[in-house]
């Protein structure tokens, strides 16, 4: 089962660099079972209605948080 999280900066993880000051969506991993993929595309400033119509999401890139079609 694959869980999206959509959202801001309150959702985006950060570089390793920035380790332990982190969004509660890097943490989401350690509560979920095994057999669920946590695949975050949260940003800074997104939203999810701004992430439908990014020019990312609209020509169908991949970003590198989410796993390959």
Same mark, same amino acid.
């Given at each position: 089962?694959? /869980?999206?999280? +959509?959202?801001?900066?309150?959702?985006? @993880? /950060?570089? @390793?660099?920035?380790?332990?000051?982190?969004?509660?969506?890097? +943490? /989401?991993?350690?509560? &979920?079972?095994?057999? &669920?993929? &946590?695949?975050?595309?949260?940003?800074?400033?997104?939203?999810?209605?701004? +992430?439908?119509?990014? &020019?990312?999401?609209?020509?169908?890139?991949?970003?590198?948080? @989410?796993? @390959?079609?």
């Amino acid at each position: 089962m694959n /869980l999206y999280i +959509f959202g801001d900066s309150t959702t985006q @993880e /950060l570089n @390793e660099d920035m380790y332990p000051q982190q969004s509660w969506a890097y +943490f /989401l991993r350690d509560y &979920v079972k095994d057999d &669920v993929n &946590v695949i975050n595309v949260g940003h800074a400033g997104y939203s999810l209605k701004s +992430f439908i119509y990014s &020019v990312d999401y609209q020509n169908g890139k991949v970003r590198e948080n @989410e796993p @390959e079609k």
